[in-house]
């Protein structure tokens, strides 16, 4: 029987992030969608592996403990890249900079605060898209909705709770 390394977030049940790739399983993941295997690609793939929902500019910082010498411009073309293979995904929040994950494939919204903007996975409701059932397709084939849960995380509830009332 054959197992796969590879296992998507969000498949087994509950919101359990699955583990950290190791350096070679990125590797066979690049080789499989025809990429060489560089060390750019890698270190961007590992830091946004361990800091989920980043921005480009904290990847860049985390990337350059490992290649000091690499510009914020060449993260950012390897993320477009990884994007578009669906290594990375890109999460676009309602402020601030666009936030990159490896959690990909699985359909998974987003809980944003929107106070300080913490962003946490929330599993698909449904567990594929397009998730939501539309009163109406028009005609369209629809293929993914955009769920965004906006609230106030708990450090901000008990912020919010401590403030002097006007
Ligand atoms: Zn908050
Ligand atoms: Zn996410």
Same mark, same amino acid.
């Given at each position: 029987m054959q197992r796969s390394t590879t296992v998507m977030a969000g498949t087994a049940g509950g919101t359990r992030p699955r583990p950290l790739l190791a350096a070679d399983e990125w590797a066979l993941q690049l080789r499989g969608h025809g990429r060489r295997v560089t060390k750019q690609r890698l270190a961007v793939l590992g830091a946004t592996d361990r800091h989920p929902h980043s921005s480009a500019d904290e990847i860049t910082r985390w990337v350059r403990e490992d290649l000091?010498?690499?510009t914020p411009q060449s993260v950012y073309v390897v993320l477009s890249d990884l994007t578009e293979l669906d290594l990375v995904r890109k999460f676009e929040p309602p402020a601030g900079p666009a936030l990159y994950e %490896?959690? %990909? *494939? !699985?359909n998974h919204h987003h809980a944003y605060c929107i106070r300080c903007g913490r962003v946490e996975d929330v599993d698909c409701s449904v567990g594929a898209a397009p998730c939501l059932v539309p009163?109406? !397709?028009? *005609?369209m084939t629809l293929l993914s909705a955009e769920v965004l849960y906006r609230g106030l995380c708990e450090r901000c509830q008990a912020t919010a709770a401590a403030e002097p009332q006007p």
């Amino acid at each position: 029987m054959q197992r796969s390394t590879t296992v998507m977030a969000g498949t087994a049940g509950g919101t359990r992030p699955r583990p950290l790739l190791a350096a070679d399983e990125w590797a066979l993941q690049l080789r499989g969608h025809g990429r060489r295997v560089t060390k750019q690609r890698l270190a961007v793939l590992g830091a946004t592996d361990r800091h989920p929902h980043s921005s480009a500019d904290e990847i860049t910082r985390w990337v350059r403990e490992d290649l000091p010498s690499i510009t914020p411009q060449s993260v950012y073309v390897v993320l477009s890249d990884l994007t578009e293979l669906d290594l990375v995904r890109k999460f676009e929040p309602p402020a601030g900079p666009a936030l990159y994950e %490896t959690r %990909t *494939g !699985d359909n998974h919204h987003h809980a944003y605060c929107i106070r300080c903007g913490r962003v946490e996975d929330v599993d698909c409701s449904v567990g594929a898209a397009p998730c939501l059932v539309p009163s109406q !397709d028009h *005609g369209m084939t629809l293929l993914s909705a955009e769920v965004l849960y906006r609230g106030l995380c708990e450090r901000c509830q008990a912020t919010a709770a401590a403030e002097p009332q006007p």
